[in-house]
């Protein structure tokens, strides 16, 4: 399976994000994530879209849950590499709202 | 004369994927434009994700998925023989979900009713979900 990549820099978690984001992955990428913010040596978490083709309701979940965990640590959601099918997705779900 | 696709599958969110290319696969003699692609990607997507969350609750399962096309429209549905809805009209809700603690968004129907022209939902507790869904293809230059 396609692996998801974290770095980290400064105080802020990078998701390198997979092709697809979807039900599949997701469980996956949140445990993850969650260990480094919990770890407290995170406080924003940057979801990189550069590889992403595809994403469904279920990473859209994933990046509100993440929103929630970090928001009361005055951490802030980041999007890059947003591109075409995604963004229309990310558009529809309200979520730029949100973050 | 109507052209068919038949897949069962597994309860395994590797299927998800698997369900997705099938479908795309299959309304490419459509010729539709890639955004009609990402639409029908998007709405299999969810309703094959509800089926293994919701419909068997990620227990075992087998997933029925169909898909016809009839002149320009595709229909495609997504069986599960699971525990059903026992609210379709709640469950249809914007940002509604059984299992927030799971991180469902609740936009699974949304996304299906924004990305498909008609979504039918057939469910019985105990018995099960079909849902079904219809979408138009405009397709781009012919």
């Known amino acids: 399976m396609e692996q998801v990549e974290y770095e980290i820099l400064d105080e802020t978690l990078k998701v390198i994000l997979p092709s697809e984001v979807d039900h599949c992955n997701t469980v996956g990428i949140r445990k993850e994530a969650d260990k480094h913010i919990y ?12 590889n992403t083709k595809f994403m469904d309701s279920s990473g859209i979940g994933m990046i509100m849950g993440r929103h929630k965990l970090i928001k009361p640590l005055g951490g802030k959601i980041i999007l890059t590499g947003v591109k075409d099918n995604v963004e229309r997705i990310i558009n529809v779900s309200g979520l730029y709202k949100l973050i | 004369m109507e052209d068919i696709l038949k897949i069962e599958m597994g309860c395994k969110p590797e299927n998800e994927g698997l369900a997705r290319i099938a479908i795309a696969t299959f309304m490419v003699r459509l010729n539709p434009t890639l955004e009609e692609i990402n639409d029908v990607k998007t709405a299999v997507s969810e309703a094959v994700t509800n089926a ?16 016809m096309i009839e002149e320009n429209k595709i229909e495609i549905s997504v069986k599960d023989e699971g525990v059903g809805i026992s609210n379709v009209k709640q469950a249809r809700e914007p940002l509604y979900t059984t299992k927030p603690e799971e991180e469902r968004s609740g936009m699974g129907f949304t996304f299906m009713e924004i990305f498909m022209d008609e979504v039918h939902i057939d469910s019985k507790v105990g018995k099960g979900t079909e849902i079904r869904m219809i979408k138009k293809i405009v397709g781009g230059d012919k």
């Open chain 1, 39 to 50: 770890s407290g040596r995170v406080k924003n978490v940057e979801f990189d879209f550069t």
């Open chain 2, 52 to 67: 293994i969350v919701h419909g068997y609750e990620d227990k075992e399962g087998i997933i029925y998925l169909k898909a």
